[in-house]
């Protein structure tokens, strides 16, 4: 295992103890959590850059990338909806295009890759950017966040489904 997927690993490591920080009734910890949450969202720019930078992409962490964004997104999310921070109706939407894209990819020819969009790539951003706002804020500023997030997500989906759905 390279240098760029032990990061990728971290980040899996480190959503525990976020949703276990912005569980916590106490506001200090909801801050705490935001600053491991902060840490372990840095993680998903650096390992690619690692791995690129090394010219030392590998399968495990092709394919252990996206899923450790996954487990970040929604294993907070569903912390922040524990605690009435966010609606289920957001998590909803961000599981669904996981879901509908997690099936493209099912059905694409063998050997076919799908590479993160850059409009995927700012969908992961945004939705961090969100769920780190949600946590410690209330107002115009994670709503509008949301409102970001939530344009990029379903926009993302569209994009895959455009440009990967088969057309035979």
């Known amino acids: 295992m390279n ?7 971290s980040r899996v490591v480190l959503t525990p103890a976020v949703v276990a920080m912005w569980l916590a009734p106490a506001p200090r910890w909801h801050w705490i959590g935001l600053a491991v949450f902060i840490v372990a969202g840095v993680t998903d720019f650096i390992d690619g850059r690692l791995a690129r930078h090394a010219s030392n992409t590998t399968r495990f962490g092709a394919y252990m990338d996206p899923l450790a964004d996954k487990i970040l997104v929604l294993g907070s999310g569903l912390a922040l909806i524990a605690s009435d921070r966010l609606s289920v109706w957001i998590l909803f939407i961000l ?8 099936g493209l990819r099912s059905v694409l020819p063998p050997g076919t890759t799908m590479g993160a969009s850059r409009v995927a790539k700012w969908k992961t951003t945004s939705q961090l950017f969100a769920l780190g706002a949600s946590a410690v804020l209330t107002g115009v500023v994670p709503d509008g966040l949301w409102v970001l997030a939530l344009a990029l997500t379903v926009w993302s989906g569209g994009e895959y489904f455009y440009h990967y759905w088969p057309r035979n």
């Open 3 to 9: 240098a760029a997927d032990q990061v990728t690993l």
């Open 95 to 102: 599981l669904l295009r996981e879901l509908a894209v997690t």
